[in-house]
């Protein structure tokens, strides 16, 4: 299904694209029952009938939705219309932290207020057991009232036996939406993720826990002043 302005999925009314990478697009929507706008991130079609990535799609859906955090976006549901697995996310207003780096550094003081705030939904990430593996400017927003947003769990993992169990038998849709310029974007068949902020374990392909979004929010931190 091919989705442009105008189009309808389901009872959702395409609005416009937000960002598209290798592994998916992110879309602005209209919800026409509730009324509202929020975001599409649909699984593209050649990835549609690959049980990893179908698996890996459902598990940001199930780890999302354990989430309920101020500085996470939140997921709002999860569809498969007509063969076009998608999720119903938060619309979040405001440009990637990426965009505000264009200009130049970040103040000290707002750069650690920013960071403290993207600890913030780590930490309730990792209380819960997950871990995002993806963290860089271009999965966190900042809204209009100077709001952090951490987005696209799409490579998130849960760690420790107990939270694995409890996913392994609930995971069967995915993939991340890469937002990053070409030469950034998380590739099929590489190790996930995005290079200049990943942790040298993850890189090397060995098993990760939290210590990796901690070594690329200090990255983030560092790029950003």
Sequence with gaps: MELHVGSRLAHFEILGLLGAGGMGEVYRAMDTKLKREVAIKVLPPQFAEQSDRLARFEQEAVLLASLNHPHVAAIYGVENVDGVPFLELELVEGPPLADRLISGPIPVPEAIKIAGQIADALEAAHEKGIVH?????????????????????????????????????????????????????????????????????????????????????????????
Excluded: C
């Design 133 to 225: 593996r993806d963290l860089k400017p271009a999965n966190v927003k900042l809204t209009p009232d100077g709001k952090v947003k951490v987005l696209d769990f799409g490579l998130a993992k849960a760690f420790g036996s107990e939270q694995t169990a409890r996913l392994s038998g609930a995971t069967r849709v995915g993939a991340a939406a890469a937002t990053e310029p070409r030469g950034h974007q998380t590739q099929a068949g590489l190790v996930m993720g995005t290079a200049s902020y990943m942790s040298p374990e993850l890189a090397e392909g060995y098993p990760v826990d939290k210590r990796t979004d901690v070594w690329s929010l200090w990255v983030v931190l560092f790029v950003l002043i």
